[in-house]
């Protein structure tokens, strides 16, 4: 294989790996959330605790591993 070709090789499957992420993170939005939560809403086990709320816009789940704040 020429180098030539390794290297478009190298670009085109970089290229679908870029576009598969990033349409995931499309379909995601922050809906709601709940900052410095000291006495308004509690959650199962009478805390108050920070939160938020992501919704799916998309019609497939999607995976949020390696996903952070």
């Known amino acids: 294989m020429t180098e030539n070709k390794f290297w478009k090789i190298i670009l085109i499957t970089f290229s679908w790996l ?3 992420a990033t349409s995931n993170a499309q379909d995601i939005s ?12 509690a959650d199962e086990d ?7 709320e992501l919704y799916n ?3 497939h789940d999607i995976n949020l591993a390696g996903w952070g704040l």
């Open 18 to 20: 870029l576009i598969a």
């Open 57 to 59: 816009y998309g019609d």
């Open 30 to 41: 922050i809906n709601e959330f709940m900052a410095s939560n000291a006495t308004t809403i």
């Open 46 to 52: 009478g805390d108050f605790e920070d939160w938020i």
